[in-house]
């Protein structure tokens, strides 16, 4: 008997990880990729006309309701106080190896900090091209641009990362002994242990979003004032609080929780097994996919 092709249901529902991945990218909080989801989904379903390439037409769809969604968002984060970092996940439905996602890189913190230095289209391009594998021909079509302006802007977009790269860390055992240490660094109280395991350039960004008292509205820099904030803080919440360490953006991260409730979520880029950056989300409403770890 011939195998029955799939219906608009299983058709969706086969490119769900793909658009929920690149939304999640390109937008920087769960909650907004689930809605462009939706509304693509809800577009699917009321198209006229069957697509030739129904992942295609898709991820178009979705790239293009990430743009205008960004659009709205600049005017937000033009107010936002304090730095806005993306929100926190733990992780995201596995896409199959022939999506060529380079998961661990592209979902970092400190890479997600980075794709929000681009424009949205810089940010689009690079994304489809370097991360989910689409060719100059394909972006033509997904960004409704010549190929030549496509590669310019994947051109600038890469010259933009390069310029700010961090040193990966892709080694995950290895960022799991290294923030063991550093946690066994700030137990001990002493700010030399603490500072021998920060960069001579280590930052603390957090978002508090001015909804949390004492949430610094400026990145700290530097080994003893990292130091001195970091010593500070542990004190400030108590013998009561507890750390964990869990899996955050495919990396090790430490989760900071008081009665159950949590505090804060850090996510770290690390330079040669010291931190070179702290990602500290504290705003409540980007904390809804870390509480599900506990």
Known sequence: MPTASPGPDDLFESHRSVLRALAYRMCGTKQDAEDVVQDAWLRWFGREVEPENPRAWLVRVATNLCLDRLKRAQVQREVYVGPWLPEPVRAEPAVSPHDHLELAESLSMAFLVLLQSLSPAERAALLLHDVFGYGYDDLQVLLGREQAACRQL???????????????????????????????????????????????DVTAVADGGGVVPGAGTRPVAGRQNVARLI???????????????????????????????VLDAVCFEWADGRIRTMYSIVNPAKLGGVVSLA
Do not use: H, W
């Not at 080694?171 to 001990?188: G, I, N, P």
């Not at 004190?235 to 991260?253: F, M």
């Open 154 to 200: 994947v051109t600038r977009a890469r010259r933009a990362i390069e310029l700010r790269r961090p040193r990966y860390e892709p080694d995950v055992a290895r960022a799991e002994s290294a923030l063991a240490a550093f946690m066994a660094a700030c137990q001990t109280g002493d700010p030399e242990a603490v500072m021998a395991m920060l960069t001579e």
């Open 231 to 261: 010593l500070g803080l542990i004190t400030k919440i108590g013998p009561e609080a507890s750390y964990s360490v869990d899996v955050l953006n495919a990396q090790p991260a430490l989760v900071v929780r008081l009665g159950g409730v």
